[in-house]
């Protein structure tokens, strides 16, 4: 493929790309195939000739479409959204004809420059701290991640080593193998997988923290487990609450810190959710961040999903509590209209986690998404698209309300609702897999204290009141017939 045909090539790209978009809510949602299809469809080996354009693009059609669940369908409302918008494939596009490989200053200046503008200005969005603004003299700043899980492990990682140093810098005869079999690590009874997948990384013990009816980590508990901890010669090192988290590092004076002859080093770290995976539940920061604050200690807060939604005055007081904080970290590629992957970390002190920015030596350009996105939506045009979909949330959750057979289980704070078919665990389970066969919208579930509970998240950028309304005529039709069937 040459320049000529790339441009051809690329302008019938660019025009599949728009039908398929404009197009996709006639598509099933959901596809209908069982795991392994792929491979009969396509050779055992890659082709020994080239072969043409026009046969790869038929494929795509006959091989992969079929195979697509379609995350920026109107009827998608499972897991949380996956941001798309015009803007931001044709960033994406000039990123990978630039292909550079960012992994200094010099490697490609404006690759790293802009990703630091690019940070401060989402981080006036959400009126962080100036603390943690870089501008041209600042101490702290931000960087692109690829996920949130990165940020987590990574913030472990820094949060560990941190410990380690400021242990042997009291006690140089302590090895660092001795002192990490006593950090303890802490994480939501609601946390994502890869919080714990970062604590088997970190090689850190990991115990979970019971939440409230509201399924939020409170001040008392967290307290009452350090204090155990403590007082069992371990070292208490790191909390993380799910997808959205605060990491903390405390010094403690302890039986185990003066094992180690060391007074006021012993590390703590908390993390703080602020939007869990199951129900967007969020943890108390202004009542954990003082304890932090007490217990001279480093908060992570990490809010994946819900953290787009605090450039909306408000919802900005969910993120009240961040000037104890040490860094933050939210998913723009979730609701911020920036297509994966970026992921926004910021910290207050460049220095405490400079050897632990990213965990691979390659960037690519993201900061470009973000620069084309926020430049032609505007901090407005970015408002309304998150306060359209809280909007069309809550118009669910009243259609909900109003069917007495149904429950919401959590509160409706942004664009998620937890709801369930009053009755067994088996009979929502039933309803859920009579969904998804239908493959006319998707859901996912969760358990909340227990119950089996459907997750209903407002996710494509084109969703609609119509297909709201849409969505819950066919899960109420699904449940009549259902209901029918079990009184039989």
């Known amino acids: 493929m040459d320049a000529a045909e790339f441009r051809r090539r690329g302008k019938e790209m660019v025009d599949y790309v728009a039908d398929y978009l ?15 299809y792929l491979r009969s469809l396509i050779p055992n080996e890659a082709p020994l000739e080239p072969e043409s354009y026009e046969d790869i693009i038929k494929d795509v059609e006959r091989v992969i479409m079929p195979g697509v669940t379609h995350w920026h369908s109107p009827y998608f409302f499972a897991y ?16 990978g004809a630039i292909g550079c490989i960012g992994f200094s200053w010099a490697a490609s200046p404006a690759c790293t420059e802009l990703e630091t503008v690019m940070l401060d200005w989402l981080g006036k969005m959400l009126q962080l701290p100036e603390c943690f603004i870089a501008g041209t003299h600042g101490r702290g700043g931000g960087v692109i991640q690829g996920t949130a899980s990165e940020a ?64 939020a980590v409170r001040r008392e508990m967290l307290k009452k487990m350090v204090e155990e901890d403590k007082a069992a010669g371990l070292i208490p090192f790191y909390q993380c ?32 959710t602020l939007g ?36 909306c005055p408000e919802f900005r007081p969910l993120l009240n509590g961040v000037e104890f904080a040490d860094s933050f970290n939210f998913n723009p590629h979730k609701w911020l209209l920036v297509n994966f992957d970026c992921s ?53 959750e009243s259609l909900v309300r109003a069917d007495k057979r149904f429950e919401i289980c959590a509160e409706v704070v942004l664009g998620l609702v ?14 859920l897999k009579r969904i998804t066969k239908s493959r006319e919208i998707h859901l996912v579930p969760c358990q909340l204290s ?36 079990a009184s039989h």
């Not at 404009?22 to 392994?36: A, Q, T």
């Not at 078919?421 to 309803?431: D, P, R, T």
């Not at 509970?453 to 849409?470: D, G, N, P, Y």
């Not at 969505?471 to 017939?481: P, S, V």
Request: a positive charge; charged letters at 20%; glycine letters at 4%.
């Open 276 to 311: 869990t995976t199951p129900s967007c539940a969020f943890d108390h920061l202004t009542e954990l961040g003082p304890l932090c604050n007490e217990e001279n200690m480093w908060m992570h807060i990490d809010a994946a999903y819900a953290g787009s939604a605090f450039i």
């Open 344 to 396: 926004a970390m910021w910290v207050k002190e460049r220095a405490d986690i400079i050897g632990h920015w990213q965990i691979p030596l390659g960037r690519r350009f993201r900061s470009l998404k973000m620069w084309f996105v926020f430049r032609m939506y505007g901090l407005k045009g970015l408002q309304a698209h998150i306060r359209k979909q809280v909007a069309l949330a809550k118009e669910f």
């Open 22 to 36: 404009e197009n996709i809510e006639k598509r099933p949602v959901y596809p209908d195939l069982e795991p392994g």
């Open 241 to 272: 609450l799910t997808a959205a988290v605060t990491v903390v590092t405390v010094k403690l004076e302890t039986q185990e810190t003066r094992h180690f002859g060391v007074s006021n080093i012993c590390m703590f770290q908390f993390c703080a």
């Open 418 to 431: 937890c709801f369930r078919l009053k009755g067994s665990n088996e009979l929502n389970q039933e309803l």
């Open 80 to 95: 949380f959204p996956a941001a798309s918008s015009y803007p931001a494939m044709v960033a994406d596009m000039l990123c």
């Open 450 to 485: 227990g119950r089996f509970v459907l997750r209903f998240a407002i996710c494509a950028r084109t969703t609609e009141s119509h297909h709201i309304q849409q969505a819950w005529q066919h899960i109420t039709q699904l449940t009549f017939e259902l209901l029918q069937e």
């Open 152 to 215: 987590t492990l990574i913030s472990l990682l820094a949060a560990r080593c941190k410990a380690v140093r400021r242990v042997q810098t009291i006690n140089a005869k302590k090895s660092e193998s001795e002192i990490l079999s006593k950090l303890v690590a802490y994480t939501s009874d609601q946390a994502h997988s890869s919080v714990e997948r970062a604590a088997l990384i970190g090689a850190v013990m990991m115990r979970k923290v019971p939440t409230d009816n509201r399924y």
